[in-house]
Nanobody, 123 residues
Framework: QVQLVESGGGLVQAGGSLRLSCATSGRTVSGYYMGWFRQAPGKEREFLAAMTWNGGSTWYADSVKGRFGISRDNSRNTVALQMNSLKPEDTSVYSC????????????????WGQGTQVTVSS
C-alpha cells in the first residue's frame, strides 16, 4: 500500500503562484509514475502533469505547459507541483497519484491517490 498526502492548496489571485506537495509513504514507489490531476465540481478528472519516479521523463497537459512544473525531492520522497500564472479556470481540487500504467497521462493505471487539496484562484 502507498499513502499519498497532498498539501499546499489555498486561495490565490489570478497571476499568482502556488506550490503543491505530495508526501509519499508506505510501500516504495520506485518505478512508479507520479501524476497530478484535478477535478472541479461537475467535471471529469483532468490530467495535469506526470513524471517517472527516477525523474527521467515528464509529461504535461497542453493547458499547463509552460506554467506548471513537476519535480521530486529524493531525500523526502515528496513530489511537488509548482503552479505559476494561475488562472480562475485552474480552480479545482488537486490530487496526486501513483501507478504503473503504460500511459501516464490517463487515470487508467494509477492505483493510489491522495485525498486532494483545494486550489481557488480569484479574478
Amino acid at each position: 500500500q502507498v499513502q499519498l498526502v497532498e498539501s499546499g492548496g489555498g486561495l490565490v489571485q489570478a497571476g499568482g503562484s502556488l506550490r503543491l506537495s505530495c508526501a509519499t509513504s508506505g510501500r516504495t514507489v520506485s518505478g512508479y509514475y507520479m501524476g497530478w490531476f484535478r477535478q472541479a465540481p461537475g467535471k471529469e478528472r483532468e490530467f495535469l502533469a506526470a513524471m517517472t519516479w527516477n525523474g527521467g521523463s515528464t509529461w504535461y497537459a497542453d493547458s499547463v505547459k509552460g506554467r506548471f512544473g513537476i519535480s521530486r525531492d529524493n531525500s523526502r520522497n515528496t513530489v511537488a507541483l509548482q503552479m505559476n500564472s494561475l488562472k480562475p479556470e485552474d480552480t479545482s481540487v488537486y490530487s496526486c497519484a501513483a501507478g504503473t500504467g503504460s500511459d501516464p497521462t490517463r487515470e487508467f493505471g494509477y492505483a493510489y491517490w491522495g485525498q486532494g487539496t483545494q486550489v481557488t484562484v480569484s479574478s
